[in-house]
């Protein structure tokens, strides 16, 4: 997926953004889980995260509620674990440096 986002024409990816969105979701719900179970032993994975990030940011996403809007549109499960709307400004917060994160952070036992 890195090799096809690094290649590919901004005119393409301009007309899959929204299911970019929802494939790195997912990636990064992954990378979440990884990072949890091999905390200390390894770097964290961040990938996804950031292409995450970066996906929010072009679409003008802000707040959790217009991400989960699109992500609706496709095959979409909420988790229990973490809170999503902190998660995601967790994420954009880690990535996207002008983004202003409300002020809200995931409680520690979930980081």
Wanted: glycine share 2%; proline share 6%.
């Amino acid at each position: 997926m890195r090799k096809v986002m690094d290649t590919v024409s901004v005119d393409v990816l301009n007309q899959c953004r929204e299911a970019l969105l929802w494939m790195c979701f997912y990636g990064a719900r992954f990378e979440w889980r990884i990072n949890l179970q091999t905390k200390c032993l390894s770097p964290p994975r961040m990938w996804f995260s950031k292409a995450f990030a970066q996906q929010a940011e072009i679409l003008g996403l802000t707040e959790w509620p217009q991400a989960q809007k699109i992500l609706r549109r496709f095959v979409f499960h909420e988790f229990l674990e973490p809170y999503l709307p902190l998660w995601f400004d967790e994420a954009l917060g880690a990535h996207i440096p002008r983004y202003k994160s409300h002020q809200r952070t995931l409680p520690i036992e979930s980081v």
